[in-house]
């Protein structure tokens, strides 16, 4: 379906002719099905190795060192005397170079390849739809996912397909769509229609595109687009139809590799010209062959000193000015981790301390450690501080906050022996049985922060939030101080943002984390 974003859901709805509480009939299925295709990217016709081999050999210079070699060889089986084995040398180390210069080039046409097999990492391999012949929801594999299919993603979901939102079942629905469109940040999604028809992926708020994550939420929605129709598909079909272009220097090298084949030759037959009335002379050793060897090895000399090569894509970037580059997942990791955090160690009227504490470690996994002036600190003998992650499931900020909760290791758990799977959620999992997630409160940009509440096994339940530094403060009455609490004076205030804004003047997002209420002295 061509521009559903610019549709009501109601439109779409209506051009597959499916109802939203319902969905496909399996007639419409099956329909579909033949109509579409599976819902999967195809296989990749790669290039065998013995292809890929004899096409490092089409370059002309590349040809002319390799002639050269084979006649080197050849005439060094009629050396005589010490020079025999000294005359392999260099037909060997010709050989060598251009083997070398065959594996490179294999390497990176291989790398080509693996980039467009690597898209369909992205494509899930489970969905959640609705069928008339199923009273409720059910999962089943995305390649079985046609356009038509009402279909279900909440938070954790990989989008199974290109689907037009048409109703949002939580108070927001956020989207990670770096790998599609680099933003760094998960994108809030609506249902109302994107009029603009020529809409980028970035201004279509209403869609969400295949292989993408839920960041929060839930939602229902039409499937508008499977397989090679989809997004990421396409980019796939471009990265297939992509032919490779000779650079500058290619060109170059092969206009001068004619150029200099011509030349060889006439030298060759020249100087070839001038000592054939040498060949048969006694002085030279009575043979032509020998003879032809030195002139033979003066024109491989001039191939050889001609050849001057590096890597295409190495010379391209020597010719470039400006480079526009994706930052998100290119230039970054795409991954966000928590690298210092304070608490309050002392107030007294205006005189207020600090302790500040470095995390070390910049990625998913819980291994690092939480040091104080380059000392590893003891998290648990702190009254105030109370995956390995291979991936994050929901919001970036969220997973950070898990990975810092797991490198303190608040409750000093035995972490040794653990898998890594394990290890991933230690801590995490004590919190989950010491209290249930009752309401969540999603992140909005007019509140700045979200919010959570929570009921403790045994107690009263409570509320928990975190967001920006400025508005958290100015929603808290009181600072903790270890177990106590004091009242939040304007220096204390003074002081806290004086750091937050030091910390936060490069590229590092500042969150604050306030704490419950506590029993006051």
Known sequence: MENAHA??????LTYFGVNEESGLTPDQFKKNLEKYGFNELPAEEGKSIWELISEQFEDLLVRILLLAACISFVLAWFEEGEETVTAFVEPFVILLILIANAIVGVWQERNAEDAIDALKEYEPEMGKVYRADRKSVQPIKARQIVPGDIVEVCVGDK?????????????????????????SVSVIKHTEAVPDMRAVNQDKKNMLFSGTNIASGK?????????????????RDQMAATEQEKTPLQAKLDEFGEQLSKVISLICVA????????FNDPVHGGSWIRGAVYYFKIAVALAKNAIVRSLPSV?????????????????????????????????????VEL??????????????????????????????????IYEKVGEATETALSCLVEKMN????????????????????????????DVTLEFSRDRKSMSVYCTPTKGDGGAKMFGAPEGVIDRCAYVRVGTTRVPLTGAIKEKMLSVIKEWGTGVTPCVAWPSPPVTPP
């Open 410 to 437: 608040v409750f000093n758990s035995n972490v040794k022996n653990l898998s890594k799977v394990e290890r991933a959620n230690a801590c995490c999992s004590v919190v989950k049985q010491l209290m249930k997630k």
């Open 219 to 235: 939602a229902i929605g039409i499937a508008v687009a499977t397989g090679v129709s989809t997004e990421i598909g396409k980019i």
């Open 271 to 278: 100087v070839w010209a001038i000592n054939i009335g040498h």
């Open 315 to 351: 010379e391209t970037l020597g010719c470039t000015s400006v480079i526009c580059s994706d930052k998100t997942g290119t230039l970054t990791t795409n991954q966000m981790c928590v690298t210092k955090m304070f608490i309050i160690k002392n107030a007294d009227g205006d005189h």
């Open 159 to 183: 989008v199974p397909a290109d689907i037009r939102l048409v109703s949002i079942k939580s108070t927001c629905l956020r989207v990670d769509q770096s790998i599609l469109t680099g933003e």
């Open 355 to 388: 302790d500040a504490f470095d995390i070390s470690g910049s990625k998913y996994t819980p291994e690092g450690e939480v040091s104080q002036g380059g000392a590893k600190t003891n998290c648990s003998a702190h009254d105030g501080l109370t995956k390995k």
């Open 7 to 12: 549709k009501v859901p109601a439109e779409c």
